[in-house]
């Protein structure tokens, strides 16, 4: 677990205070505030739902996606930041889909492109 020390904080105008785990998670919400500020998306969530799956070895398994988002037209999606990939990521990922999720991988390339697009500067 990661300590309170280690944690970013970030007040967003449609999350509230956040406590976030890294500067990529920091660098998503400055892009989730973006396109909430825009109308693209109502609103997000950080660490906000705990969903039950089926693990590699058949055991349940519970996984925190990073971000919860709301677009314009009420529709939830999830969000997981990642800088690289760990070898269960993916299959834990498939695993989420499988189960009717709708969830996005951003990478830290991706982040980047993000960032461009939208003007920001990058922290």
């Known amino acids: 677990m ?3 020390s280690k944690k970013h904080k970030y007040n967003s105008p ?3 205070l956040c406590l976030l785990r890294s500067i990529l998670e920091v660098r998503i919400a400055r892009i989730l505030d973006s396109l ?4 693209a998306y109502k609103i997000w969530s950080y660490e906000a739902e705990q969903i039950k799956f089926k693990g590699v070895k058949g055991g349940k ?3 925190i996606p990073d971000f919860r988002v709301v677009d314009k037209s009420s529709r939830t999606f999830y969000i997981e930041g990642k800088g690289y ?9 498939e695993a ?3 189960q009717g999720y709708d969830i996005y991988l951003l990478m830290a390339n991706d982040v980047s492109q993000w960032e461009k697009s939208l003007s920001l500067s990058r922290i």
């Open 2 to 4: 990661f300590s309170e």
């Open 36 to 39: 909430c500020a825009v109308g």
């Open 14 to 16: 449609y999350a509230g």
């Open 61 to 63: 398994r519970i996984y």
């Open 96 to 98: 989420i889909k499988n």
């Open 85 to 93: 990939l760990k070898p269960n990521d993916k299959k834990k990922m």
